[in-house]
C-alpha cells in the first residue's frame, strides 16, 4: 500500500498541536509497518529527522499553505496533482484539510470544529473557511478520525454523518514527561518562576484557551491568599487579538511569567514542577497537556466544558471556565490542601495509563486498513 501524508505541520523547532499529533502518530506507522510504502507531502524544506524510514519518499509541494487562498491551492492543485503522480492508495491528512477534487479515498483526522461554535476567535477569513470547506471534508472523507467522543458527537450532530464512518481515538503524550525528582524541580522552579511555586497554563495563546480569565482568577486568588504562587504561561499567541483583554495591575506584574514556546525536554521540566496545571478552555477537543500533566503526577485544574472530562476524570477539580469566580476558588482550594494535592497525582498518574501513542497510532492503522481501496485509479 502506498500511503500519502500530508506532513506540512512537521516544523523544525516549532512543533504545536498538529505537528505534534503528526510526529507521533505517523513516526509509528512507518516504523511499524516497513513493508508499505509513505509520500510525505511537505509545503516547504523539510529537516530530514522527519524522515523516519527507508519506506517514506518525502515531496515538497508548493506553494507554503499558511492562509485560506493557499491552502485552497495546495490542497486542490498540488496535493491532487501529487497523489496522482506518486500513485498513492490513500491520503491521511492529520489536520483534516483533504481535496475535494481527488477520487483517491481519504482520512480525515478532525480534532475538533471550534470554528463552528465560537466563530469571532477566529480571523474573519480563516473562520469563513473553516465553516465553508470543513463540512465538506468531513463528508468527502471516506473515514474522520477524531480525538474524543466528545468530538465525535459534535462533528456528527453539526455535519449530519453517518457516526459508523467518524472513529473517536485518544491522544497520547510524550515519554519526556515523567514524575521528576525534588531536585529537579527545585531547578526548574529557580529557572522559571525564580525559585517560587507556581501554576502552569501551557497551549498556544488562542482565545478558546481562555487566558485572559485565567490571569484575572490568578490575580483574585492572589488578592485573597498570603502565599507565594505564581503562574507561569507557556506558549506562543496564536491570533494577534488572543492577549488583548490581559489588563494585569503593576502590583502583580511580577507574579506571572510568560516563557513563550519551549522545547518538550524543557516543557516536561516545567510541567514535572509545578504545583499544578491550571487548564480551562471553554472549548477542547482533547487536551493533551492534562495528560501530560497525569504522567508527571502533576494535579489539575480543568474547565468543566466540551472533552476536558473525559479526558481527564478523576485527576482533576472542575470549574466553569466562563466563571472567574469559580477559577479563583478552586485555586484556593488546591493549594489549602495537600491531601487534595496527593489525591489528584495519584489519580492522575494511574489514569495516564489509558493514554499511549502506541495504542493511538495502532487504532489508526486499523481505520486505515479498513479502507477499500480504488483499484481502478
Keep these: 500500500m502506498r500511503i500519502a501524508v500530508n506532513t506540512r505541520f512537521l516544523l523544525n523547532r516549532k512543533m504545536e498541536g498538529f505537528g505534534w499529533y503528526t510526529y507521533e502518530i505517523v513516526k509509528r506507522l512507518v516504523e511499524y509497518h516497513p513493508e508499505h510504502e509513505f509520500i510525505f507531502f511537505f509545503d516547504r524544506p523539510f529537516d530530514q529527522k522527519f524522515v523516519f524510514g527507508a519506506n517514506v519518499e518525502p ?10 487562498i493557499l491552502h485552497y491551492i495546495w490542497f486542490e492543485y498540488s496535493v491532487r496533482r501529487a497523489l496522482k503522480k506518486y500513485k498513492a492508495d490513500i491520503f491521511l491528512s492529520p489536520d483534516g484539510y483533504l481535496s475535494l477534487k481527488t477520487a483517491i479515498p481519504q482520512i480525515a483526522v478532525i480534532h475538533d470544529i471550534n470554528f463552528e461554535h465560537n466563530p469571532k476567535d477566529l480571523p474573519w ?7 465553508y470547506f470543513f463540512p465538506r471534508f468531513a463528508k468527502k472523507a471516506t473515514q474522520v478520525i477524531t480525538v474524543s467522543e466528545y468530538s465525535k458527537q459534535d462533528i456528527v450532530s453539526s455535519y449530519g454523518i453517518d457516526p459508523n464512518k467518524v472513529t473517536a481515538i485518544w491522544n497520547g503524550a510524550s515519554d519526556h514527561f515523567k514524575v521528576l525528582e525534588q531536585e529537579e524541580k527545585v531547578k526548574t522552579r529557580q529557572k522559571y518562576a525564580k525559585g517560587y511555586p507556581y501554576f502552569l497554563f501551557v497551549g498556544a495563546l488562542h482565545p478558546r484557551k481562555n487566558v485572559a480569565r485565567l490571569v484575572r482568577a490568578f490575580i483574585e486568588f492572589k488578592k485573597e491568599s498570603t502565599n507565594d504562587i505564581k503562574l507561569l504561561i507557556v506558549g506562543t499567541e496564536l491570533w494577534s487579538n488572543a492577549l488583548k483583554n490581559l489588563d494585569i495591575p503593576d502590583a502583580f506584574k511580577s507574579d506571572i511569567f ?47 466544558k466540551t472533552s476536558l472530562p473525559e479526558v481527564a476524570g478523576d485527576a482533576a477539580i472542575y470549574c466553569d471556565p466562563y466563571e472567574v ?8 482550594e488546591l493549594t489549602s490542601s495537600e491531601e487534595l494535592r496527593n489525591k489528584l497525582s495519584t489519580n492522575g498518574i494511574k489514569r495516564s495509563e489509558l493514554f499511549s501513542w502506541d495504542k493511538s497510532a495502532s487504532q489508526v492503522w486499523q ?4 479502507v477499500p481501496l480504488n483499484k481502478n485509479l
Design 258 to 304: 510568560f516563557t513563550g514556546h519551549l522545547q518538550i525536554d524543557e516543557l516536561a521540566k516545567v510541567m514535572g514542577s509545578a504545583m499544578a496545571l491550571t487548564f480551562v478552555p471553554y472549548f477542547e477537543g482533547f487536551g493533551i497537556p492534562l495528560v501530560e500533566a497525569m504522567k508527571c503526577g502533576t494535579p489539575i485544574i480543568a474547565g468543566n
Design 125 to 131: 477569513l480563516d473562520g469563513r473557511y473553516y465553516r
Design 367 to 370: 481505520v486505515l486498513c479498513s
Design 59 to 68: 515531496v515538497v509541494l508548493t506553494p507554503q499553505a499558511r492562509h485560506p
Design 325 to 332: 469566580d469559580q477559577i479563583k476558588a478552586k485555586m484556593l
